[in-house]
């Protein structure tokens, strides 16, 4: 079932429902209020027969009964009575009179009551003549109250219905208005497609502040986000085809060439020893493609070991050495806890030494084999491994683009390279819940803090 038709259904009945609670309450009330008031006429009523019946005088009693005829409203099927009162259980008892023994009862014990049968009301008061007491029953029909609940309920009747009606169009109206932005915001949607991601959906009004402006923005940004992550696809796709189709090439050439005619043993040598570097360099970049893609597309993957972060970073300045014979690598571990169960980092460590490696080469390489300093603290909330160099140095431009494979600025460029070594640490860093922060100034060098959160830390032992 469609939204549109839920809204609808739902308003309508519970229209109904609220309306057809009003009119009982209504109705309940009316009641209430009719028969208080034809009490108070009985009431009245009953007071008149009691002074009629006091009276000695023939005048007064007459003047009472014509009061009573001509002084109030008339009243359908109106009787009186008067029973004398004999003691506190006994009365004289009329035959024309068929009520109920728990009446009189009452009657007798609180000095006056009703009882109704139907729309006659039957109203007793007990009243006082010097010793004598008596008991005076009016008896009328409420022939107005009945012909005024009748004409009532016809209207509760006629107007639920109507309002039942009126509620459905309503219910149609608000279902169309709510509805609306949102078909709208679906149609909008579905002709934004891989061609055309720049379109985004518009706001009707740049304050507002509600769900569906919410909706919108939501929509928005998530687009925003595809569209930089399909020219980040498309960007990796063209780099990693020129940067594998350039050292297939020279091998090809280089084989042809060779292969054109008889060569010395030098040339064989030469071509062998050029198709043997570009191999090389395809191998790298092949591995480094390889390795970018075993972090996962997302950052995560399960970390499988457990190690010190001090050894981690011993072992990383030993692979280093032997990469780089004549480094100036420092390692300053400063005072490190006497709690070594902070020094436990889970992991994947082939991976995280290459992540920390890379950026231990990077500032090598930069610096055109200057001092590199790596520093770690250990503290009770965190792990901070912190590389400085005092190399070339990153242009504030390049900066936003430092984490987009085989990007490389224009510094970078005179060095070897295909730009995946920092993406590559990016990722293996995020995938170990760290954070990787980058502060560097053009010609003075380059401060790369990696933090490891302690409440990160404890999650991954958890999963581990």
């Known amino acids: 079932m469609q939204i549109r038709k839920k809204i609808t259904i739902t308003y309508v009945a519970l229209s109904v429902f609220s309306t057809l609670l009003l009119c009982i309450i209504m109705f309940f009330l009316f009641q209430q209020n009719n028969s208080y008031y034809f009490l108070k006429r009985l009431q009245d009523r ?7 019946h006091y009276q000695h005088d023939p005048q007064k009693a007459e003047y009472f009964r014509e009061f009573k005829a001509n002084g109030l409203e008339e009243m359908i099927n109106e009787k009186d009575y008067v029973l004398r009162v004999n003691g506190t259980n ?99 949607v579905n002709r934004i497609s891989a061609s055309n991601l720049h379109n985004r959906l518009p706001l009707d009004g740049t304050e507002d502040s509600d769900e569906i402006a919410d909706l919108t923005r939501t929509f928005n940004d998530m687009l925003d986000r595809l569209e930089t992550s399909f020219e980040i696809q498309a960007n990796f796709i063209n780099n990693a085809s020129h940067e594998l189709k350039t050292p297939i090439t020279t091998i090809m050439a280089e084989t042809e060439i ?26 790298s970049l092949t591995e480094s493609l390889l390795k970018l893609t075993q972090t996962g597309y997302d950052g995560k993957k399960q970390v499988q070991d457990v190690t010190r972060i001090d050894e981690l970073l011993m072992d990383v300045k030993c692979d280093l050495d032997r990469l780089y014979p004549g480094n100036r690598i420092s390692i300053i571990m400063g005072e490190l806890p006497e709690d070594e169960s902070l020094l436990i980092i889970p992991c994947n460590k082939p991976l995280l ?59 970078a460029s005179r060095y070897t390279g295909y730009g995946l070594g920092l993406p590559l640490a990016m990722k293996i860093i995020r995938m170990h819940n760290g954070e990787l922060i980058i502060q560097s100034e053009p010609d003075k060098g380059t401060v790369v803090t990696i933090v490891f959160n302690r409440d990160d830390i404890k999650k991954s032992n958890l999963k581990s």
């Open 353 to 411: 030494e290459l992540a920390i490696g890379n950026i231990i080469a990077n500032g090598v390489k930069y610096s055109d084999n200057n001092e590199v300093f790596v520093s770690l603290a250990v503290g009770v909330r965190d792990i901070k491994v912190v590389i400085t160099d005092i190399g070339i140095g990153i242009p504030p431009e390049d900066i936003p683009y430092l984490y987009e494979p085989f990007f490389r600025g224009k510094k």
């Open 90 to 188: 006994s009365f004289e008892y009329n035959t024309d009179l068929h009520l109920s023994p728990d009446f009189y009862n009452n009657v007798m014990k609180n000095g006056s009551g009703w009882e109704q049968e139907g729309h006659q009301y039957y109203y007793a008061q007990i009243f006082n003549e010097g010793r004598n007491q008596y008991m005076v029953i009016v008896t009328a029909r409420d022939r107005r109250g009945n012909t005024t609940s009748l004409y009532l309920t016809r209207i509760m009747i006629f107007g639920g219905l109507a309002f039942v009606i009126l509620a459905f169009f309503l219910g149609r109206f608000l279902a169309r208005r709510v509805i609306n932005p949102v078909s709208r915001i679906t149609k909008e």
């Open 258 to 283: 060779a292969l054109l005619k008889q060569r010395t043993v030098e040339e064989y040598s030469a071509s062998l020893e050029s198709i043997g570097r570009q191999a090389a360099r395809l191998s």
């Open 46 to 52: 009953a007071k008149i027969v009691a002074s009629i």
